[in-house]
């Protein structure tokens, strides 16, 4: 069995936050760390690992210091890591990304494919998806426990206060949550055979059936109009009551206002 991980190198945003003037992130100026959704992911592909012996394979589209995560991710115990980067791929929003991601593994043997459910830099929940859109593959989002059944998997996916048990045949793609898992720290051996290992770099023209129209920040259909690392709120509304009854009925007046009881 095959398994390829999607991760992502994303800010690390007790660091700070720096952007380009164009309103991207200028990732190469800022601390950086591991998804959180996409370690859960790997982890699962791990656990997979450990009781069926597949083969995990992460892949990355990044800046060249996104190495960093793929020597994290087979510290832990992933086989291969593949980066994908090139001047041209810059400034990508979820569309190209999706669509870059989706040309590298056309390149790629695989039985299962696992993202994060969403990446903290963008919130969007929305590259997952799309590279099953692209490779023409089923889809299961917001995993919470992953089962390999023969040639299938059985999904719990979250929904709401419930989930649903859903089962699909692979080749498919799932979308992880963080809370999908514990993953585990690497290993001082681990460590060592990561560095031992080399990392297969692709650019553009590695890409399998993708168009130039669709790579990048010329390609992305949506565009940055402002970007900025605070947000300035108002200084609200101060109230100084008479006494704890008028602070209720004050408070209560608020809420049926806004529709809330």
């Known amino acids: 069995m095959k398994i390829v991980v999607c991760i992502k190198q994303v800010p690390d945003t007790k660091g700070g936050v720096k952007f380009n003037p164009d309103g991207t992130l200028d990732r190469g100026a800022m601390l950086a ?38 020597r994290e991710a087979m510290a832990m115990g ?44 963008g919130d969007t929940a929305q590259v997952g998806p799309q590279i099953s859109e692209h490779l023409d593959l089923p889809v299961i989002s917001y995993a919470k426990d992953i089962k390999i059944e023969g040639d299938s998997v059985i999904v719990q996916r979250q929904y709401d206060d419930r989930y649903h048990k859903i089962k699909a045949k692979m080749p498919c793609l799932i979308t992880a949550l963080s809370e999908l898992n514990e993953p585990r720290y690497m290993t001082p051996g681990g460590i060592f055979d990561a560095f031992d290992k080399e990392i297969t770099v692709w ?45 209720v009925s004050y408070i209560m007046g608020k809420l049926k206002e806004k529709h809330v009881i």
């Open 33 to 70: 760390i591991m998804n959180p959704d996409d370690k859960a992911g790997l982890e699962a592909a791990l656990r997979i690992k450990d009781e069926t012996g597949a083969e995990v394979t992460v892949l990355t589209m990044g800046l060249p210091k996104a190495e960093e995560v793929l």
């Open 78 to 121: 992933a086989d291969k890591g593949v980066l994908v980067t090139d001047r041209v791929l810059g400034g990508a929003d979820t569309w190209a990304t999706s669509t870059t991601l989706a040309g590298a593994l056309r390149n790629i043997d695989y039985d299962l494919i696992i993202t994060g459910r969403q990446a903290i830099d």
């Open 203 to 247: 650019g553009r023209a590695d890409l399998k059936d993708v168009d130039d129209s669709n790579l990048g920040l010329n390609g992305s259909p949506t565009k940055i109009a402002k970007a900025s690392d605070k947000v300035k709120k108002g200084a609200g509304e101060k109230v100084a009551p008479d006494s704890p009854d008028e602070a």
